[in-house]
């Protein structure tokens, strides 16, 4: 019997969930299952968490020629089973199947944590860069209101100028004002005089 490991939903609309299973290839897409040998949730964010595998019945179907879909298949890279049964059929002894099982999880958990520093570290230089950007904007919108601060004493000072100068102007014409009235009074005796020059000269006369 040609079999298959692949994956069978099962969740509601919007929701996706699957059942890894072993299942006739002559059967139809949603037939029934000879087996459940895992489970598979996309909408769980946390690649390493979102899938479990029974790796020991699946090697047993693999042993027994059972053919993997492509999802199945890099479900099994992901958690390493694809590299055991590379090696399985390399003919490599079990205590060096998991030596080197081990090492290439160790390596693959540096990759991975290599990486969330990294999406973590163009998050920050992001925000850094949206911040810096605020800055700049701030002190553009208040460079405007600081030079029109600046400009209101100049223009107060050329308002003020003018005032001062009519203060200043105004004594002298007051000055002008007073001049000719002295001049008058100075004037007023000597006219007094020549009046009363004549006035002797008859008294002469009639003497």
Request: proline fraction near 5%; aromatic fraction near 4%.
């Amino acid at each position: 019997m040609a079999t298959k490991i692949r994956l069978k939903r099962i969740g509601r609309r919007n929701r996706p969930f699957y059942r890894i299973i072993i299942i006739d290839s002559r059967k139809r897409r949603d037939g029934s299952a000879i087996e459940q040998v895992g489970w598979y949730n996309p909408l769980e964010k946390n690649k390493e968490s979102n899938y479990n595998l029974k790796e020991d019945r699946i090697i047993e179907w693999l042993k027994l020629g059972a053919q993997v879909t492509d999802p199945v298949n890099k479900l099994m890279k992901r958690s390493g089973l694809a590299l055991k049964w590379h090696l399985m059929g390399q003919g490599m002894s079990d205590k060096d199947i998991e030596k080197a099982v081990a090492d290439w999880k160790k390596d693959r958990d540096k990759v991975i944590q290599d990486r969330i520093k990294a999406v973590k570290a163009k998050k920050e230089k992001v925000q850094a860069e949206k911040a810096a950007a605020n800055v700049a904007e701030e002190a553009k919108e208040e460079a405007p209101a600081e030079e029109a601060k600046e400009e209101a004493p100049v223009e107060e000072a050329k308002e003020e100028a003018p005032a001062e100068e009519a203060k200043e102007e105004a004594p002298v014409e007051e000055a002008k004002e007073e001049a000719p009235a002295e001049e008058a009074k100075e004037e007023a005796p000597v006219e007094e005089a020549k009046e009363e020059a004549p006035a002797e000269e008859a008294s002469a006369e009639d003497k």
